[in-house]
């Protein structure tokens, strides 16, 4: 009996010692990084999707990733969820959620590991967004496997210390280029019409800002938002277009979109007072990758590095694919996802960039309150 006790206490000593080492980690005591969105940060998780061909676990992606390997994040190498993680002083990325699903303590891994990436390939905030055939995990689902850490969490830690944790903790959400690309490339797309379209961002908008209040709800209070990019000046939709151009209207509904989420994070923080957010403006920034590349290093703005066709953009980048040999002067790697180098720039603007392409304030500062 006692030496069950002195274990028993041993062990609660241990998992202790252990949660505050893990607080004190990171800059402005982030213990840790919780993921919702689409490709742009998922990390692994379509791996585990059986019936879903949204997946990038496969050469080239990967191939400036160490060892080379295709992990399942859309890149050559490391993805923005890396660099977020990274910026933040965490020594590792926030693992992806169906990778720990079955861990018999998924608690134990979030506290280590520094946090949890629900994110996944094709999600969108409509629950339809590429949901046909479970191709991918929506937001909406991505909130209910966070309920259920949560629930955990405050299990194992208590309420009072789950609270702390998820409080310092930032919560990056990537989302909603799907849901516009989805409906661009339908063949009776309504997005071309101003009324319907606004009608449809206006949905996007109300989804998305329920869904912000849902997570607030189970403890979030510090969010970094990313701002839809240059959709439209992607290649794959510079390939469907026959002149080459971006397409003018994706850009107009994705700076649309964008307006409507500065305006909404605004009304957020007016309602709920105690959040705190930083959006970051991805599609200035790559208007000014376009407009001056030479500045940050880029020569080809225009074609993916691996793919095929027309800007190596209408087939997809397969291992048959051809790639370029310089990946750090591409904006994109394939049809519709940045470079790894394109990436790490956005990702350094969101923690310290001026208001030109961050707002309110910038990470820094907002960890600094
Ligand atoms: C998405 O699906 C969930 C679960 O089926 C449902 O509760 C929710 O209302 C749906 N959201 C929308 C916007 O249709």
């Not at 993680?85 to 169906?98: D, M, R």
């Not at 949901?131 to 830690?157: A, D, W």
């Not at 309504?190 to 403890?219: H, V």
Request: net charge neutral; with cysteine; proline share 4%.
């Amino acid at each position: 009996m006692a030496y069950y006790n002195s274990l028993l206490c041993f062990c609660i000593l241990y998992f202790t010692f252990n949660f505050n080492t893990i607080i004190t980690q990171g800059i402005g005591h982030v213990p840790a990084v919780i993921v919702f969105g689409d490709s742009l940060v998922d990390v692994g998780n379509n791996n585990h999707l059986e019936l879903s061909i949204l997946k990038s676990n496969f050469p080239h992606n990967g191939i400036d990733y160490p060892n080379r390997k295709a992990t399942g994040r859309y890149s050559n190498g490391k993805n923005a969820a890396d660099f977020f993680s990274e910026n933040l002083g965490l020594t590792k990325t926030a693992p992806p959620y169906l990778s720990i699903k079955s861990a018999p303590n998924k608690v134990k891994v979030l506290l280590e590991q520094g946090g949890i990436n629900f994110a996944s390939g094709g999600a969108g905030i409509f629950n339809e967004t590429t949901k046909l055939f479970k191709q991918s995990i929506s937001l909406n689902e991505q909130i209910t496997y966070f309920r259920t850490v949560h629930g955990e969490l405050m299990q194992q830690l208590g309420t009072v210390q789950a609270q702390t944790y998820l409080a310092q903790s930032v919560f990056l959400i990537a989302i909603g280029s799907n849901d516009i690309l989805d409906k661009f490339q339908a063949v009776d797309s309504i997005l071309g019409n101003e009324p319907a379209g606004d009608q449809f961002i206006n949905s996007m908008i109300i989804i998305l800002k329920s869904k912000l209040k849902t997570i607030y709800n189970l403890g979030a209070r510090k969010f970094a938002v990313v701002g839809l990019g240059l959709i439209g000046c992607c290649p794959r939709l510079r390939s469907d277009n026959p002149t080459g151009e971006c397409n003018e209207r994706a850009n107009h509904w994705s700076v649309k979109y964008n307006k409507a989420v500065k305006s909404l994070l605004q009304e957020l923080k007016e309602e709920l007072t105690d959040i705190h957010y930083s959006l970051i403006n991805t599609y200035d920034i790559m208007v000014d990758f376009i407009q001056q590349p030479a500045h940050y290093g880029f020569t080809e703005i225009k074609s993916a590095c691996c793919g095929g066709g027309k800007f190596r953009a209408q087939v997809p980048c397969l291992p048959i694919a051809v790639y370029c040999k310089n990946r750090r002067d591409h904006i994109f790697w394939d049809l519709y996802h940045p470079t790894e180098a394109a990436a790490k720039i956005i990702m350094n603007e969101l923690f310290v960039g001026t208001e030109k392409y961050v707002y309110p304030a910038n990470l820094k500062q907002l960890l600094e309150i």
